[in-house]
């Protein structure tokens, strides 16, 4: 089991900066998989960024604006958003994959004004 505390989300107005945190409850290098996902009002969850194997993906709305790392002597997925517009409104969800199962956090509210 694997606990994800996910923070760092708030207001912020359009061109502006956050930087979104999750704490895992186990050693980081256990996951063969991590990353944020977002889902916006009345929208799907989407891909935002994604760590597997050796490279990083990430959505072609985000590439060049948002930065996945990682950290794992505290345990902790980091998820760097720059260049913020309305567009990028949602909640933001960190997602990891360790033998085989996955787990997800409870979301961070990211909301960008005009």
């Known amino acids: 089991q694997v606990e994800l505390v996910e923070s760092g989300g708030g207001e912020v107005q359009t061109g502006g900066s956050l930087r979104l945190s999750c704490v895992a409850s186990r050693s980081i290098s256990t996951f063969t998989r991590m990353g944020w996902y977002r889902q916006a009002p009345g929208k799907q969850r989407e891909m935002v960024a994604d760590?597997?194997?050796?490279?990083?993906m990430y959505a072609d709305s985000v590439k060049g604006r948002f930065t996945l790392s990682s950290d794992d002597d505290n345990r902790t997925v980091y998820l760097q958003m720059n260049n913020l517009t309305p567009e990028d409104t949602a909640v933001y969800y960190c997602?990891?994959?360790?033998?085989?199962?996955?787990?997800w956090g409870q979301g961070t509210q990211v909301t960008v004004s005009a």
């Open positions: 760590f597997f194997s050796t490279q990083t």
């Open positions: 997602r990891v994959r360790r033998a085989g199962d996955d787990y």
